[in-house]
């Protein structure tokens, strides 16, 4: 008894997954050890990767400058980490295995605050090994990269949270999307980024190939994208005024690395052993979220991607290059909020 691609793909959608795209192992002979599919699971033959879209008015909160918990928990944490995409993929896992197929289910969180380990055999890579998850979703036909280095589909352009399944079935790979099909470097994540993707020194890239196929986006500080994403930028974030008023931070002088801005963003909004009587929640930021411990929000999207994701579909959408659009057109209606560092509503962007 076997069951077909399209059998598995047509199951994924019954699930309610939106996105489903198969690569075969040897698109992966290019990637780093510790980033290889075959160093989790070496007798793998196919990569699955599903995703689950993004709701737009997830974003409408923050885009209005009203609400915050409404896009962490439904199109951050809540789908990334939680249930929305983990228990249909968990269902998807474990048809494949009622075929008798192995079904390894890669979950993409945040590999970036886990340090690699001493390897547990001898020429064996350290642990954590971690796909690049929107480097597999490349492979597996879903899309490609745009220049601000997020993931990106024809169908919701970059509205969708990405998980994989590494599995030893056999299974014919999607074809690939023809590389700048999607992304037109038309650089709105440029001039709708407060300061992470402006900063990509000229000619600054990363480049990959995938059979004949090379893509190419930019090379985002991510010292500063992580630093405004998760709450450190006073031009993004209300509640650094609220709780310090004095405070002035200019996010795009600093040269924190990706690991050292997480420390510092998530002890702002996740400092769970900062509880006292001030701080009831444990975040010495209060006020984007009324959850009694950061385990039910999880991490938080402050700044909403307001470049890369918010400005780059609202001109896909615009142009017609992807497929979802909405009856009330553009998704920025109106001059777009943006704080000074000391914390006054006079610095506006369209």
């Known amino acids: 008894m076997a069951i ?127 796909l ?24 919701f352009g970059p509205r969708q949270r990405l998980h994989a399944i590494i599995t030893d079935m056999e299974i014919e790979p999607d074809p690939l999307v023809e ?8 650089m709105h994540c440029v001039s709708g980024c407060p300061g992470a993707i402006p900063h990509i020194r000229e000619n600054k890239y990363v480049e990959i190939q995938i059979e004949d196929n090379k893509y190419r986006w930019g090379d985002v500080d991510m010292g500063k994208c992580t630093l405004m994403y998760h709450g450190g930028d006073p031009r993004t974030s209300p509640f650094i005024h609220k709780d310090f008023p004095g405070m002035k931070f200019e996010v795009t002088e600093q040269t924190m690395t990706e ?5 510092f963003a998530w002890t702002l909004s996740l400092g769970n052993w900062a509880k006292s009587d001030e701080f009831p929640h444990g975040r010495i930021i209060e006020g984007h979220a009324m959850l009694r411990d950061w385990s039910e929000a999880g991490s938080f999207g402050v700044e909403g ?35 000074s560092s000391g914390g006054d509503r006079t610095h506006e962007n369209s």
């Open 179 to 186: 590389p700048n099909s999607i992304c037109t470097r038309c």
């Open 305 to 339: 991607s307001r470049g890369c994701m918010r400005s780059c579909f609202n001109y896909l959408e615009k142009q017609k290059l992807i497929e979802q659009t909405f009856h009330g057109g553009d998704f920025i209606k109106r001059p777009r909020w943006l704080l």
């Open 4 to 130: 077909t691609k399209e059998e598995l793909r047509q199951f994924a959608y019954d699930q309610g997954l939106d996105l489903f795209g198969v690569a075969n192992i040897e698109r992966f002979d290019n990637a780093p050890v510790n980033m290889n599919p075959k160093s989790i699971f070496p007798r793998a033959k196919s990569v699955i990767v599903v995703g689950k879209r993004i709701i737009r008015g997830g974003w409408r909160g923050i885009e209005e400058g009203t609400n915050w918990v409404s896009y962490s928990y439904f199109n951050y944490h809540g789908l990334l980490n939680t249930h929305f995409i983990q228990l249909p993929m968990y269902e998807l896992a474990c048809k494949i295995e009622d075929y008798g197929f192995e079904a390894v289910p890669y979950y993409s969180g945040v590999p970036e605050r886990q340090e690699p380990c001493e390897p547990t055999r001898e020429g064996d890579p350290s642990p954590n090994v971690h």
């Open 132 to 155: 690049a998850i929107r480097i597999a979703a490349t492979a597996a036909g879903l899309g490609e990269c745009g220049w601000s280095k997020v993931f990106l589909t024809k169908k």
């Open 259 to 263: 690991a050292e801005a997480y420390k």
